[in-house]
């Protein structure tokens, strides 16, 4: 080889070489790039991973510090929470799942009465052991053992009910626990020593608080019998001595007699009533009633008064409402006979409307709406709600004049009240009032069924009404019309002669209008309408027969009339008109009728006589007996028709002697009526238990004598009582077993 082919080789190995090292200067360029870059995210992670370390060692220090805070409140809060629970007299303690106590207060603890064993991590058990071995709580009529067996199923039970314990220092707390859904007790113990003893003072004072009112309820109670029965005689033998020929002084005299002992009762029955509704002892007793024939009771009742004034006492029923609903019928009349009294009272002029209408409610009773209208002195718009106060009147000076208690009203709004019902009124002075009563019923189940309009009114279809009072002269036309009859009315006896046609069947006098004479006008009646049946209306049935006839009538329907009283009256009016069965005599002389055996137990002679008076010519047999044992006997002999039987009596009392009859009774049930002192709703109870059927309250009046009697024996008295009448005695006779007067 040449030295130019070593060199040219040398060149190209250098040329080679130096080719190399640019390529590996290159790769190491690019491998320091990459590695700066590498480096520079490295340190980049570098500084990030220290911020966040710094960061979380900031957190670290600030979480360490708010548990230190936290850890201070919550003992804080803890202490404050222990202090509280230290502080309060109740005790509190925990208990958890196992049972065991966590965590007491001393008050908690003073139970135990200082035993170092009770403290936290004592079990609930063993608190009932030592509670029963050292004696400090009474456990009653339990056993030990049985007391702490109760305790402990109370305790595990999932709501345990408060109970009471007594400690051994007659001191009473109340233990009441409260478990959680993790199993733990929250038990509370509260000393409740203070209550029991208020409550043992409040039952006390309760005890006496009856006991007066049942002193005061038996004083009333015998103060009421102790008046009646002298007022019997007083009242009683001022209405006797009424039916005497007396001068006009006397019968002033007697009057007042009357009325002063009939003002006298209505202030001892205001009295009753008050005070049993104050004491909250006033009961209902609903049962099935006839609520038109109840308004016509009290509406008749109040009738004499009512004509006294020259007052038209009038009612009108709605025909189409149903007449038989389920209420109190006796306080019903009771409210009725208030306002209705009232508006006499106070109406000088003009008339009193009872006016009664209703519908159904939704829940299936009658709203029925009762009012009194009346033409009276009014009430004052800012006095009206005055008027229901107790013991108050409004103080005008056109009624000082008038009397009583003030508490009529009170007793009837709250009676009223009692039922469910409302009393409401709307007056204008110097025009009138109207007090209603707005009151919920249901209907009876069965309501009879009504005559029709014309049944057994043979022949009779047209009527003249003769009345000065427009509202009664109205209500008896619509009580015709509604039996189908052709009515015509006038108010005044000319204008009725004037009216006077042949054909008309009936006519009807409602008093006697303009002073015109009753037997003159019956006269010239007959004389204008040949043929003329003639019925008088009054307000006293019983008294007015007599005088009726006297005076030419054929009949009486009582006053305030009504369709059902007509139709009664016109029925038997058309029975007396009917020909005689064929066979049977033109003419017979009367039979004398047995007359009706009643027996009188009474054993105050002054009330006896005035019993014997008042049916004296009501056609009786009365016999006496004074106590018990004679009635029992008296029955048992002779077997009376009817027992009027005095309830307070020597020897043996009237509810005992009708047990015993009613014991002794085999066939036809003996009506036995009681005749008491007593006006206490509950004595009324009383009596009808014993086995009485009814019961008359004294002063007895003659007009209930003869309800009683023409009640019991409908045709049979009246047979008795015409009979009376016809021979002028009054009297078949009368025995008597025991003292007599």
Known sequence: MTHLDR???????????????????????????QLDRHAKRLSEQIVETRAEVVSVRNENARFKSDLTVANQKIALVERRLWHTIETIQDGFAFFDEQDVMIMANQAYLSVFDGLEEVQPGVRYSRMLQLLTEEGIIDPGHLSPRAWRAFMLSRWHSE???????????????????????????????????????????????????????????????????????????????????????????????????RSSGEALLVIINDVLDFSKIEADKVHLHPEPFDL??????????????????????????????????????????????????????????????????????????????????????????????????????VELDSNRSFEGTGLGLTISRRLIALMGGEIWISSEPGTGSCFGIRLALPPADHEPETAEPARGLRGISRALVVDDQSASRAQSVQALELLGLTVQAAATGSTALEMAA????????????????PAGLAAAMRQAMPGLATLWAVADLAEAQADAAACGFDGVVQAPVTRHALLDALSHLSERAAPPPQGAPASAEPQQPKPLDVLLAEDNATNQLVFRKMVDGLGLTLRIATNGEEAVAEVARLRPDLVFMDVSMPRMDGKQ?????????????????????????????????????????????????????????????????????????????EESSGRKP
């Open 7 to 33: 060199l040219a080789q040398e060149r190209r190995a250098r040329l080679a070489a130096e080719r190399m090292l640019e390529l590996k200067q290159a790769e190491l360029f690019a491998a320091n790039r």
């Open 159 to 257: 709501a345990p009910d408060p109970v009471v314990l007594r400690l051994w220092n007659d001191e009473y707390i109340r233990v009441i626990d409260r478990r959680g859904p993790g199993g733990e007790v929250v038990s509370l113990v509260l000393n409740i020593t203070a209550s029991v003893a208020n409550e043992q003072r409040l039952r006390d004072a309760q005890e006496r608080a009856e006991a007066a009112n049942r002193a005061k309820s038996a004083f009333l109670a015998n103060m009421s019998h102790e008046i009646r029965t002298p007022m019997n005689g007083v009242v009683g033998m001022a209405e006797l001595l009424g039916d005497t020929a007396l001068s006009e002084d006397q019968r002033l005299y007697v009057e007042t007699i």
């Open 292 to 393: 038109e024939r109840a308004i016509q009771e009290v509406a008749r009742l109040m009738q004499p008064s009512a004509q006294a004034k020259g007052l038209a006492l009038t009612t009108d029923y709605d025909p189409y409402l149903a007449r038989r609903y389920v209420g109190d019928p006796g306080r019903i009349r009771q409210v009725l006979t208030n306002l209705i009294g009232n508006a006499v009272k106070f109406t000088a002029k003009g008339h009193v409307l009872v006016r009664v209408s209703g519908r159904a409610n939704d829940s299936g009773q009658m709203a029925l709406d009762i009012r009194v209208e009346d033409t009276g002195i009014g009430i004052p718009a800012d006095k009206q709600e005055m008027i229901f106060g107790e013991f108050s009147q």
């Open 502 to 517: 042949p054909g008309t069947d009936l006519l009807l006098i409602e008093g006697f209008p303009g002073g015109d004479d």
């Open 657 to 733: 002697a009708a047990r015993l009859i009613r014991a002794a009774e085999t066939g036809a049930r003996l009506p036995i009526v009681a005749v008491t002192a007593h006006a206490m709703r509950e004595d009324r109870d009383g009596i009808l238990a014993a086995g009485m059927d009814d019961y008359l309250t004294k002063p007895i009046r003659k007009a209930e004598i003869k309800r009683i009697l023409g009640e019991r024996f409908p045709d049979r008295y009246a047979e008795v009582a015409e009979a009376a009448a016809r021979t002028n005695t009054g009297r078949f006779g």
